[in-house]
C-alpha cells in the first residue's frame, strides 16, 4: 500500500509534465528541441523546422514552459527557447522507477499472456 501511496503522490508531481508531454505536436518541438545547441531557437526557427505557425509554437511553447520542460533566455528583443533538462524530468524517472520496481516486485504469471479471451 505504500508503493501504492507513493507511486499515486508522484503521478501527481508529474501531472503538469505527462499533460505537455502527451500532445504529438510538443513532442515535436521538443525532439526539434533536444537537436540544437544549448543556446536555444527561436519561434521562427521551431515553426521552419517543425512546419507549423508561429502562433501554434508560441502556444505549445507555452504549455512546455509552463510545465517546466523548456526553458527561456532572452537576448535584447530575441527570445531564445532550450530543452530545460531539470527537476520535473527527474521526477517522472523517480515515477518510472518506482513502477518498474512495483513490476518487478509483482511478477504476474498473467504478465505478457492474452488477458481477455473473447469467444
Keep these: 500500500m505504500e508503493n501504492a501511496t507513493l507511486i499515486k503522490s508522484q503521478f501527481h508531481a508529474c501531472r503538469r509534465l ?6 504529438e505536436t ?7 528541441l533536444a537537436e540544437t545547441e544549448c543556446e536555444g531557437m527561436r519561434v521562427g526557427d521551431i515553426a521552419e523546422q517543425t512546419h507549423l505557425s508561429r502562433p501554434a509554437v508560441s ?6 514552459l509552463d510545465a517546466e ?4 533566455t532572452k ?13 520535473e524530468w527527474q521526477s517522472l524517472v523517480e515515477l518510472l522507477h518506482n513502477i518498474q520496481r512495483l513490476k518487478e ?15
Design 18 to 23: 505527462l499533460v505537455a508531454l502527451g500532445d
Design 26 to 32: 510538443r513532442q515535436l518541438i521538443i525532439a526539434v
Design 59 to 64: 502556444h505549445h511553447l507555452k504549455i512546455l
Design 69 to 72: 520542460v523548456v526553458g527561456l
Design 75 to 87: 537576448q535584447a528583443t530575441k527570445h531564445f527557447y532550450y530543452l530545460a533538462l531539470g527537476g
Design 105 to 119: 516486485r509483482c511478477l504476474c504469471p498473467h504478465e505478457g499472456a492474452d488477458r481477455a479471451v473473447r469467444p
